[in-house]
């Protein structure tokens, strides 16, 4: 079933629900980074332009119970520098207090909802706190993807109450642009995979076996692929109990033709520590640990993308957050970036991080904004909030 856009709907004098993820860091009251605000702001303004009002809600971080260093105010101070206008910010997400709020609001206004996750029906998707949550609302538009991939309230239990609803922008860029790389890429078509856990990337990996003609793999998983070939690591991070998932893999990539290249060099130290002395190695000593790729695994990354026309990539190639170790993910980030003609998705979560800031990151065709939403969208699974929406 489709999932309508935004501008499918009429929003004239109607209040509308819009579901952000505006978890976003701050420290002491001031905002880190704005960059997931900055995304949804194209769909908030298009309800205010088209007569609604726009009541948003999001969560921020993981409360176990009500916190002012969790509340959404420095969020709603943000919004009302970016939107022009005074934005409040509701006492809670639901109650009568906010109910008059919400019904106060006039067409081409907005209210943002205290922080959903105070409650914690919301990531049970309660049934009686789905509906209060939808109580006075005539349209619902989800544009929060970093947070489709949960059955929560705020994502799912409010449709079975509001019958109108579409995806923002945000969330129709991040289907559009996920589905071109996963349905019918352009070949060849490779996958860039990084990050700590085989584990975590199970899914991920056998699903793309059979949508990509290579697999790029670097990261602390690089290590549990290499000793699972015999080859020493020494104090690399390494998954023991997934070394024959590993070789099982490398032999399911062989059987389909899938190359897959890993490390041939290192940039290894005693540990992943700043003051670190970095070496860069063909063979990994006992007393040290993998950290990053050398120069000789990134340049044949960067062969590999001179020849794609699709380039999926999810997880950093090494230690970035310690510039010493952050070479290999952004000699082979400027690399992609600059590639003309080729496709090129990233995931989100560390992926996104690791290269959103830097100066080439525009040059990339798409920067998610989802970590487990992304990842769980390229191993093939249905995300709860984006059936949700399905009319």
Same mark, same amino acid.
Not at 31 to 58: M, N
Not at 95 to 116: I, Q, S
Not at 282 to 311: H, N, W, Y
């Given at each position: 079933?489709?999932?309508?856009?935004?501008?499918?709907?009429?929003?004239?004098?109607?209040?509308?629900?819009?579901?952000?993820?505006?978890?976003?860091?701050?420290?002491? /009251?001031?905002?880190?980074?704005?960059?997931?605000?900055?995304? !949804?702001?194209?769909?908030?303004?298009?309800?205010?332009?088209?007569?609604?009002?726009?009541?948003?809600?999001?969560?921020?971080?993981?409360? #176990?119970?009500?916190?002012?260093?969790?509340?959404?105010?420095?969020?709603?101070?943000?919004?009302?520098?970016?939107?022009? +206008?005074?934005?409040?910010? *509701?006492?809670?997400?639901?109650?009568?207090?906010?109910?008059?709020?919400?019904?106060?609001?006039?067409? /081409?206004?907005?209210?943002?909802?205290?922080?959903?996750?105070?409650?914690?029906?919301?990531?049970?998707?309660?049934?009686?706190?789905?509906?209060?949550?939808?109580?006075?609302? +005539?349209?619902?538009?989800?544009?929060?993807?970093?947070?489709?991939?949960?059955?929560?309230?705020?994502?799912?239990?409010?449709?079975?109450?509001? *019958?109108?609803?579409?995806?923002?922008?945000? $969330? $129709?860029?991040?289907?559009?642009?996920?589905?071109?790389?996963?349905?019918?890429?352009?070949?060849? !078509?490779?996958? @860039?995979?990084?990050?700590?856990?085989?584990?975590?990337?199970?899914?991920?990996? #056998?699903?793309?076996?059979?949508?990509?003609?290579?697999?790029?793999?670097? /990261?602390? $998983?690089?290590?549990?692929?290499?000793?699972? +070939? /015999?080859?020493?690591?020494?104090?690399?991070?390494?998954?023991?109990?997934?070394?024959?998932?590993?070789?099982?893999?490398? *032999?399911?990539? %062989?059987?389909?033709?899938?190359?897959?290249?890993?490390? !041939?060099?290192?940039?290894?130290?005693?540990?992943?520590?700043?003051?670190?002395?970095?070496?860069?190695?063909?063979?990994?000593?006992?007393? $040290?640990?993998?950290?990053?790729?050398?120069?000789?695994? %990134?340049?044949?990354?960067?062969?590999? @993308?001179?020849?794609?026309?699709?380039?999926?990539?999810?997880?950093?190639?090494?230690?970035?957050?310690?510039?010493?170790?952050?070479?290999?993910?952004?000699?082979?980030?400027? %690399?992609?970036?600059?590639? @003309?003609?080729?496709? !090129?998705?990233?995931?989100?979560?560390?992926?996104?991080?690791?290269?959103?800031?830097?100066?080439? *990151?525009?040059?990339?065709?798409?920067?998610?904004?989802?970590?487990?939403?992304?990842?769980?969208?390229?191993?093939?699974?249905?995300?709860?909030?984006?059936?949700?929406?399905?009319?």
């Amino acid at each position: 079933m489709p999932v309508q856009p935004i501008t499918h709907l009429e929003f004239q004098n109607k209040k509308v629900l819009v579901r952000c993820d505006f978890n976003v860091p701050i420290a002491e /009251g001031v905002i880190q980074d704005p960059a997931r605000i900055d995304a !949804s702001l194209d769909t908030i303004r298009y309800i205010l332009e088209h007569g609604g009002s726009a009541v948003l809600c999001s969560h921020l971080g993981r409360p #176990k119970e009500r916190s002012a260093a969790l509340s959404l105010k420095p969020v709603a101070e943000y919004l009302s520098q970016a939107l022009g +206008q005074k934005i409040k910010l *509701a006492p809670d997400c639901v109650g009568d207090h906010t109910g008059k709020m919400v019904e106060a609001l006039k067409p /081409g206004e907005a209210l943002l909802l205290e922080n959903l996750r105070f409650h914690h029906e919301e990531e049970a998707n309660d049934r009686d706190f789905s509906h209060e949550l939808a109580r006075h609302k +005539q349209a619902y538009v989800n544009d929060g993807f970093g947070t489709a991939h949960r059955a929560h309230a705020s994502t799912v239990g409010v449709t079975r109450f509001i *019958a109108e609803r579409a995806a923002g922008f945000l $969330m $129709m860029r991040e289907l559009e642009a996920l589905r071109a790389v996963t349905e019918n890429p352009k070949r060849p !078509s490779i996958a @860039i995979m990084g990050g700590a856990k085989v584990s975590d990337k199970i899914g991920l990996i #056998k699903n793309l076996l059979n949508k990509v003609d290579a697999i790029l793999i670097g /990261g602390a $998983m690089a290590y549990t692929f290499l000793k699972a +070939q /015999g080859i020493a690591v020494g104090r690399s991070r390494v998954e023991d109990d997934k070394l024959e998932l590993a070789k099982e893999l490398l *032999a399911q990539a %062989a059987s389909k033709g899938v190359k897959i290249v890993l490390p !041939s060099d290192h940039i290894v130290a005693a540990a992943p520590q700043a003051d670190a002395t970095p070496h860069t190695v063909a063979e990994i000593p006992s007393e $040290m640990m993998g950290l990053d790729i050398g120069p000789q695994t %990134a340049a044949a990354f960067i062969a590999e @993308i001179e020849r794609a026309k699709t380039v999926i990539w999810n997880g950093p190639l090494g230690f970035f957050e310690i510039p010493a170790f952050a070479g290999g993910t952004n000699r082979v980030g400027e %690399a992609l970036a600059n590639q @003309i003609g080729v496709v !090129s998705i990233i995931g989100g979560g560390d992926t996104a991080a690791a290269v959103a800031h830097a100066p080439w *990151a525009g040059k990339f065709t798409h920067i998610s904004t989802g970590g487990g939403a992304t990842l769980e969208f390229l191993e093939g699974r249905e995300l709860p909030g984006v059936k949700a929406l399905e009319v």
